[in-house]
C-alpha cells in the first residue's frame, strides 16, 4: 500500500533521537515509578500514547514522543551530553530567553541555547524495551512557550497546539509611530501598522493605558479581558457571534471578537499580539470609555473618576513574555500559554472613526470560516500573486502557483483556502512528510506514526490536485458521506479533530488576501441558497507515467489481482481481517452484505463496532463456522469472486498512478497496461526517481527538464517529481530522464542537470 525511497530519512530528528534513545544519561530511579498511559496531541490530533509516571507531584515523559510531535511541524531535536536541543527555523520567530539558572543535570535548549534546566530520569520505555530518558513536562512547557507551542495539561493529556499564522510576518505593512492618549494625557507612542484600512495597534500599550483609569487588563489563551470595577457601570453586550481568533472580555464575558496579528514589537524587539483598533473602541463603548481617532492619535476618555497610578497592565503580550517599550517596564503576561497569534480567524477587521471629519475605516462582512468555497477566489488571488505570497514567506511552495489555480478552476474549491491548508498542515511546504513524500495536506498522518502512515504522492502537483478533488467531492457536495456545509466550519466537524482548525486556515486565508489588498468581503458567504458553479470535472485526477514494474507475490490471490478502476479495487480486494476498529470500504461491503444476506439491520458506515461483530458472528454460527467474530479471506470469497490476477514475478509497464485509502491506510493504485488497477505494495517499480532540488526547503525548488541540446527547456516540474531514468549515472553532469506531459500522457525524453537536482529511488 505503500512506496518506500531508498534514500529516504524521515525526519532527521528521529534518527538522532532514534539512534541515541539508549544512550540516555540521568538518574535511574532506585524504585521503579509506577507507569502509566499519558497522551501527547497536536492541534487535536493523537500523536503517540507514551508511558509516563509521577514522581513528587511532577509528571515526566520520554522525550523521544515529544521530539516526534515537534517533528510534525518542521522543529527537530536532538539528545547529546545531557542537552535537548530544540532545532527551530529562524521562520517560526523563536523568542529565546536564556535560562536564568542552569542548576539542573538536564539542560533544555534552542537552537544551540539553554533555556531550562531540571532533573531527568532514566527508565525502560515500554514500548521500545530500551533505557530511554524521561523528563519533566512542566519545563518541557516552559521551553514551548518560546517557540509559540502553547500547552494544555490535565494529568493524562498533553494538547500542544501551534500553527504557522503565529509566525506570519507582516510583509505588507509597514510599522509608524502613533499616539494614545488617556483624558487628554499621552500615555504611549506605540508602533502600529494598517492592514485593509483598518489600524493595529499593540495591546500591551492599551492594557497600559486603561491602567491609569483603573482598568486592568489580561490576555490569556487568545482573550484580550478588561476587568473594568463595579463602579464604573460597565453596560456589558455579550457577543452574539464571536467567530474571531481573538476575543476581547469585558470581567470574563466577551464583547467582540476579531483576527490579531502577531508582529515584533519595535520597542521590546518581542513578539507581540495586535489588534485592530475598531474592535476594541466597540468594546470601550461598554465601560464607558469614548474614543477618537484620526488615523495617527487614539484619544481615550473615561468619564468616571479613577484612581491614577503608575500601575501597569496586569496582562500585556503574547506568548506570556516581558514586554517592555519606551515607556513601560515590568509588564509581563498573567501565566498565558497563549501563542500570541491568530492561530484562527474569521474577517481582517475594520475600523470608523468617530467623527466626520477623520478618516473612515470600513469594517469588512463576512468571516472566512463561513466563505463558500465551492466559489472561486476573486481574481487578485491567481498563479502570480500565489507565488509572490509563498516567496515573501521563503516557502519551497513557491512556483505552484498556477497549480493551485488550476485545482481552483477544474475542481471548483477556492485557491486561497488549498494555499491556506497546505500552509497549515505542511509548515509552507517544509514539513517531513512534504519534503519526502510530496504530501502537502497531511493526508493519512493522524495517527501516532504520521511520517510512517502520511501517503507517498507521485509530485506536489497532483497532490495540490487531488486535495481539490477529494474535498469538492466528499465534503463540499451536498449529498456526500462528510459533507455538513461547503465551509470550513462545515468541514471542520469531519475533517479534523481540533475545533480550531477551520478558525486556523481562516486566519490564513486572511492574511493571505490581506497580502494581496483585500478581505473577506471579496469572499461569498455561505447561504443555504448559493447556486455554485458546477466544478468542470468531478474525475479523480491522474498522474500519467511509463514505469517498469515487477509483480510481487500476493498473500491468499494466486497472483495480482486488477480491477477496472481504483475505486473497485478499494471496495473489492481484501487486504487483511476485518475485526473490531477495522473501517473502511471494505467494512461497509460487509455491512451491506450481512444486511442482504442476513437481515442484520447494521448502519453501513464503514465502522466495525460491536453489533457489526454481533451480526459477523451470527452469520459465522449460521454457516457453521468458527464464531470469531472477525471476517477472514475465505468468508470474503462468499460475496466477492475471486478476481483475475497478473503471474507473479512478471515485468509489467505502469501508466498511471493514482491515490486513495481503504481501510483507514493510504492506498497508491497504480495502472498495470494490458490489465488494469492493482494495489502498488505488490509492485516492485524498477526505474523511478523522486527528482529533489539540491535545496529543497529553499525557494529554488523549480526543476527545469531540458530537451536533447540539454539546453531548451521542455517542462517545468516542481521538486520531489516523480521521474523514470533507465541510466540513472550521470554523464556530463545531465542525466536522461522520461516524464509525461500530465494533460495528454505524451512521454517526453529529455534530461536533468545534477547541478539541480538528486535522484531518490522510489521501491
Partial sequence: MKRALSILALSS?????????????????????????????????????????????????????????????????????????????????????????QTGEIKIAINGQVVESCSGMAEIDPSSNQLTEYLPIWYLIQALKQIHVTSKWDGTSWDLTWSPSTTVAMASSSLSTKAIYLNGKLIAKPSGFVENQTTYVPIWYVGQALSKAGISSTWKNGVFDFTVPSSMNPKIIPASSPSGAVKIAINGKVVASCDGIAEVDPASNQLTEYLPIWYVMQALNQIPVTSKWDGTSWYMNVSVSAPSSGSTSSGSTSNGSTSSGSTSSGSTSSGSTSSGSTSSGSTSSGSTSTSASTPTQTQPTGTFPNVDLRYGAPTNINANSIDSYLLSHSSPMTGLGQTFMNSQNTYGVDANYLVSHAILESYWGKSQIAQTKNNLFGYGAY????????????????????????????????????????????????????????????????????????????????????????????????????????????????????????GAGTAEMYFGTLQTGSFGASVASIQSYLNQSMNSGLTVDGQFGPLTKQAVLAFQAAHGLAQTGQWSFPMWQMFNPAPPTIPSGQTVTVSKIAIGMANGIVIEWDYVEGYGWVDSQYLQLQNVYRAVALQPESTNTTIQVYGQDKQSVIQTIHSGYFVVSNSPTPEGGFVPVEICDQSTGQVLQGYISTAEVNLVQVQ
Avoid at 26 to 40: D, E, F, G, V, Y
Avoid at 471 to 476: A, E, I, P, Q, S
Avoid at 533 to 554: D, N
Fill in 13 to 101: 530528528s528521529f534518527a538522532v533521537v532514534l539512534s541515541t534513545q539508549s544512550a540516555m544519561a540521568s538518574t535511574t530511579p532506585t524504585q521503579r515509578p509506577t507507569l502509566s498511559t499519558k497522551a501527547i496531541y497536536l492541534n487535536g490530533k493523537l500523536m503517540s500514547k507514551p508511558s509516563g509516571f509521577v514522581v513528587n507531584g511532577s509528571t515526566y515523559v520520554p522525550v523521544w514522543y515529544v521530539g516526534q510531535a515537534l517533528s510534525k511541524i518542521g522543529i527537530s531535536i536532538t539528545w547529546k551530553n545531557n542537552v535537548l536541543n530544540l532545532t527551530v527555523p529562524p521562520s517560526m520567530n523563536p523568542r529565546i530567553v536564556p535560562a536564568s539558572s
Fill in 447 to 566: 495517527d501516532s506514526a504520521p511520517g510512517q502512515d502520511a501517503g507517498l504522492f507521485p509530485s506536489e502537483e497532483y497532490a495540490i490536485l487531488f486535495q481539490g478533488w477529494e474535498v469538492r467531492n466528499n465534503y463540499l457536495t451536498p449529498g456526500s458521506n462528510l459533507y455538513v456545509s461547503p465551509t470550513l466550519k462545515g468541514m471542520n466537524v469531519n475533517y479534523a479533530t481540533d475545533p480550531q482548525w477551520a478558525s486556523s486556515i481562516g486566519s490564513l486565508m486572511n492574511q493571505m488576501a490581506s497580502y494581496v489588498g483585500d478581505n473577506v468581503s471579496s469572499y461569498t458567504q455561505y447561504k443555504a441558497s448559493n447556486q455554485p458553479p458546477a466544478p468542470e470535472s468531478r474525475k479523480e485526477p491522474e498522474f500519467y507515467t511509463q514505469a517498469s514494474a515487477t509483480v510481487k507475490s500476493v498473500p491468499n490471490y494466486g497472483g495480482l489481482p486488477y480491477y477496472a478502476s481504483a
